[in-house]
C-alpha cells in the first residue's frame, strides 16, 4: 500500500473525468477489478466477525450484558483448530475434507463445554440483576483466558499452512479478480450458520423458550421455563460460535497467537452494536457492515486508519441512531 501511495503521486496526467460516450478502457477495467477484489475480501472479513458478533447480540439480548471475553475465546478456538490440525497431520492425515471438519467439531464440542462452564462458575453466582458485576467479571475473564494461553502456549505466533487451494479468477483487461475456494467457504459457512441459528430460535422449542427469557425471565420461570438451563446453553452456543470464528480467522488469516482476540472483539462487538445487538440478524448485518468499512477504507483511502474508521462510524451511528441501525427501542430479541 505504500508503494502504491508513492506511486500515485508520481507526475504523470494525472486523474482523468469520467466521458460515458467514449469506450472502457483497460485501466477503468483494471480499477472495476481492484474494487470487485476489495469488495469480495471485505465480505470474507464481515463473515468472520459476524460469526462472533452473533454471540455478543445472544447473551445480551438475554441478561442485556456485554461479555468481552469473547475475542478471547475465540483466540482460544484458533489456537485448538491449529493444534487439532497439526495432531492430525502428524498422524497421517492430510485430507482438508478430514482435517477441516474434525477442527470444526473440536471448536465447537469446547465453546459448548466451556459456555456451559463460564456461566455456573463465573456469571451465575454473581447474580443476574447486577449489570456492573457482570460487565466487570467479562474483562476479568478476558485477561484470565489470554494469560492462561500465554503461559501455555508462549508468545511465539502459530502459523497454518493453507489448506484450502485453488479457485476461480476473472479477467477484466489485464487485471484479475481472484475468488479462492477458502473465501468461499468462510461465507457459505456463515451463511449456513446464520440460517440455522435464525430457524432454531423462530421454530424450536429452546426458541420459544430463549425468546420468551429474553423478554421476561420472571414471567417465563413461572410458566415453567428452566431459565437457568436456557442462559446455559445460550453461553455454550455463544462461546461455540465464538470459537468459530477463531477457527475461520485461523484458515483465512493462516496464523495466530494469544494477542488476536482484541482485535476480533472490538471488531465483532462494534458490528453487533452497529446493527442492533439486541437483534442476531442485526448483528451479524452489522458485522458485514464492518467489514466493508475495514477493507474498503484500508483499500483506497489509509491501511493504517481503517481501525479509526471502524470507530468513527461506530460513534457516529450511536449519536443518530443509538439503538442500530436495525435495532428498535426497548427491543430485546429477535
Known amino acids: 500500500m505504500i508503494v502504491l501511495e508513492v506511486w500515485e503521486r508520481l507526475a504523470g496526467e494525472g486523474v482523468k473525468r469520467f466521458d460515458p ?101 463465573v456469571y451465575r453466582p454473581i447474580g443476574r440483576g447486577n449489570r456492573l458485576s457482570p460487565l466487570v467479571a467479562a474483562i476479568g475473564l478476558s485477561l484470565v483466558v489470554q494469560n492462561s494461553v500465554l503461559i501455555a502456549q508462549g508468545a511465539r505466533g502459530k502459523i497454518l499452512s493453507p489448506l484450502i487451494q485453488g479457485g476461480w479468477t476473472l479477467h477484466l483487461g489485464e487485471s484479475t479478480v481472484h475468488f479462492s475456494f477458502s473465501q468461499l467457504a468462510i461465507i457459505l459457512l456463515t451463511a449456513v450458520i446464520g440460517l440455522l441459528l435464525h430457524n432454531t430460535v423462530q421454530r424450536t422449542r429452546f426458541g420459544r423458550d430463549l425468546r420468551a427469557c429474553a423478554a421476561d425471565p420472571t414471567m417465563a420461570g413461572l410458566l415453567g421455563v428452566p431459565v437457568n438451563a436456557v442462559i446455559a446453553r445460550a453461553f455454550a452456543l455463544s462461546t461455540a460460535l465464538a470459537g468459530v470464528g477463531g477457527l475461520v480467522s485461523v484458515v483465512y488469516y493462516g496464523q495466530t497467537d494469544h494477542s488476536i482476540g482484541l482485535a476480533l472483539g472490538f471488531k465483532a462487538l462494534t458490528g453487533a452494536i452497529l446493527g442492533g445487538i439486541g437483534t442476531l440478524t442485526g448483528a451479524m448485518a452489522g458485522a458485514m457492515l464492518v467489514g466493508l468499512v475495514e ?40
Open 21 to 121: 460516450a467514449q469506450p472502457i478502457s483497460k485501466s477503468a477495467l483494471a480499477g472495476s477489478a481492484y474494487g470487485l477484489q476489495q469488495l469480495l475480501n471485505a465480505l470474507t472479513v464481515g463473515s468472520l466477525y459476524a460469526l462472533i458478533a452473533v454471540g455478543y447480540a445472544l447473551i445480551f439480548s438475554l441478561l442485556e450484558i456485554v461479555n468481552f471475553a469473547f475475542g478471547e475465546l475465540a483466540m482460544v478456538g484458533s489456537i485448538l483448530a491449529v493444534i487439532v490440525i497439526l495432531a492430525l497431520g502428524m498422524a497421517g492425515v492430510e485430507s482438508a475434507w478430514i482435517l477441516l471438519p474434525a477442527a470444526l467439531m473440536a471448536v465447537l464440542a469446547y465453546g459448548g463445554v466451556l459456555g456451559s462452564v463460564i456461566d455456573r462458575t
Open 295 to 334: 477493507i474498503l477504507f484500508a483499500a483506497f483511502i489509509s491501511n493504517e486508519m481503517r481501525d479509526l474508521a471502524v470507530f468513527v462510524l461506530l460513534v457516529g451511528v450511536l449519536i443518530l441512531r443509538p439503538t442500530g441501525l436495525f435495532g428498535t427501542r426497548n427491543e430485546t430479541s429477535s
